[in-house]
T-cell receptor, first 114, second 115 residues
Framework: NAGVTQTPKFQVLKTGQSMTLQCAQD?????MYWYRQDPGMGLRLIYY???????DKGEVPNGYNVSRLNKREFSLRLESAAPSQTSVYFC?????????????FGDGTRLSIL | AQTVTQSQPEMSVQEAETVTLSCTYD???????LFWYKQPPSRQMILVIR??????QNATENRFSVNFQKAAKSFSLKISDSQLGDAAMYFC????????????FGAGTILRVKS
């Protein structure tokens, strides 16, 4: 089972470049999430999509946009990358309406902005 | 907004011994869920154990158990018979009940296991 698949796994960008991180899940989950992980700060929610057709801001949405393309796919876009966006990005999914069900995570994308 | 605090940046344990990782959280809600996730060097996020706030009984999964103290807003993880494969970063996470299922994470605790 693939679970949650993120592409790419690594990327280096120059300041000002744009980039889209892709995420797809094959578990028929309603909800999908984007987090960033920085040293000493745990994971912080960037954006989420509780169900197909909806997206909402999380804790740290500035500088990012998202698209819930269909039930399976949820992409994260950096329009003009900044060094402060250097981080590890995780996509996750879960079943909506089953609160004790865990989120399933992808393997992460390590993004460096020079 | 809810917050999660893990006050131990690093912990060490001898193989086969027991270790407890601390987690406290702040919330005004009565219905919520708590989780412990493990992140090994491979970077994967692996669910270790979950606890529903409405359940008084502490959750247990093999060598992993929690001490859930709702009034004290404390949710510690106990690892018994520690193994080398337990070495990882451990995150405590909180989720409100209801729509959205967003997780709020603590900063993490690095667990080192000595042979």
């Amino acid at each position: 089972n693939a679970g949650v698949t993120q592409t790419p796994k690594f990327q280096v960008l120059k300041t000002g470049q744009s980039m889209t991180l892709q995420c797809a899940q094959d578990m028929n989950h309603n909800s999908m999430y984007w987090y960033r992980q920085d040293p000493g700060m745990g994971l912080r929610l960037i954006y989420y999509s509780a169900s197909e057709g909806t997206t909402d801001k999380g804790e740290v949405p500035n500088g990012y946009n998202v698209s819930r393309l269909n039930k399976r796919e949820f992409s994260l876009r950096l329009e003009s990358a900044a060094p402060s966006q250097t981080s590890v990005y995780f996509c996750a999914s879960s079943r909506q309406g089953f609160d004790n069900q865990p989120q399933h995570f992808g393997d992460g994308t390590r993004l460096s902005i020079l | 907004a809810q917050t999660v605090t893990q006050s131990q940046p690093e912990m060490s344990v001898q193989e086969a011994e027991t270790v407890t990782l601390s987690c406290t959280y702040d919330t005004s809600e009565s219905d919520y869920y708590l989780f412990w996730y493990k992140q090994p060097p491979s970077r994967q996020m692996i669910l270790v154990i979950r606890q529903e706030a409405y359940k008084q009984q502490n959750a247990t999964e093999n060598r992993f158990s929690v001490n859930f103290q709702k009034a004290a807003k404390s949710f510690s993880l106990k690892i018994s018979d520690s193994q080398l494969g337990d070495a990882a970063m451990y995150f405590c996470a909180y989720r409100s009940a209801g729509y959205g299922n967003k997780l709020v994470f603590g900063a993490g605790t690095i667990l080192r296991v000595k042979s």
